[in-house]
């Protein structure tokens, strides 16, 4: 979740399969969310069920999109 809510715009933009113009729009939602995702973490909800390999490499690409 920290690479995706520290991930700016053309990060986004670099994931496979995410349409490009949609990434200013998912940014914002991200941070403004930002308060809301904050107080989960801290009462201790974290994602702990399996994650599927689409959504792993989706997380991945966010965390080091290549340019």
Do not use: Q, W, Y
Not at 37 to 43: R, Y
Request: proline content about 7%; overall charge positive.
């Amino acid at each position: 979740m920290d690479a995706i809510r520290t991930a700016d715009t053309d990060a986004l933009a670099a994931v496979p399969r995410l349409p490009g113009a949609n990434a200013p729009r998912i940014a914002a939602h991200i941070a403004a969310m930002g308060e809301v995702i904050d107080k989960m973490t801290s009462a201790g909800v974290s994602k702990s069920e399996p994650v599927r390999r689409r959504a792993a490499r989706l997380c991945a690409a966010v965390a080091s999109p290549a340019r």
